[in-house]
């Protein structure tokens, strides 16, 4: 067997023991069981627990059309508000939404913090590698048009500082009573994206005909839904 097939046939493995167990409950030998392995040898392709969940949502992001889409857009004013836009869109969703596994990565990623830090730290690496070309392409052509300032410091910071503030506001709405009222869920989404946008360094005109555009759109598809 390849040494691409054994790794698949782990990751497979692992995907159905993080399904039945969850993270807690699997254990590296437990994947190594199910993969019909030794552990010593599952560790050759993966070397925590960790690094295993972590490669399954790269591969879960990279299977996920949408997003895929808007990674292959043309760098653009217009891209970079849909990359913050989404990423909004994507944790404000955790707490109002039915999967709870998507509530379970999210106090994952709050442990790991707090913790040793190494599930964080390689979710942050598929994150950069996955999103960080795109949004530090988007925000040059942004600069280059007019739309926005140039940044002084590493403008992948910026990405990174608009991803900690967004998980932050997703992690005060996941328990059963919210640890802050922040209002209806649009306005909410609407007040997050400007303030990120701006703080990347959009000017209010950009934010205004990109964001404004795209909500537009999203409202329209809202009233046909609810007419049908």
Known sequence: ????????????????????????????????????????????????????????????????????????????????????????????????????????????????????GEFARLLYAKIETLIGAVFFASLERAVASGDARPCAGDPLNLFWFAHHAVMTAALTRLPATPCLAYGRATDLERQLCEFLLRGIGLNDAAIASHLGRNQ?????????????
């Open 1 to 116: 067997m390849t040494s691409d097939l054994r790794r698949q046939l782990i990751l497979g493995a692992a995907k159905r023991c993080f399904a039945r167990h969850g993270y807690n409950g699997t254990t590296t030998k437990s994947v190594a069981a199910a993969a019909a392995i030794s552990e010593a040898l599952l560790f050759k392709h993966f070397p925590s627990k960790a690094a295993l969940y972590a490669e399954i949502l790269s591969d879960e992001c990279e299977a996920d059309p949408a997003l895929m889409e808007l990674l292959e857009r043309e760098p653009s004013t217009a891209t970079l508000v849909e990359v913050i836009r989404g990423m909004v869109e994507h944790f404000l969703q955790i707490a109002d939404g039915p999967d709870q596994e998507e509530a379970q990565r999210l106090r994952l990623m709050a442990t790991s913090h707090l913790d040793d």
């Open 216 to 228: 537009a759109a999203d409202a329209n598809r809202a009233a046909i839904a609810e007419s049908a």
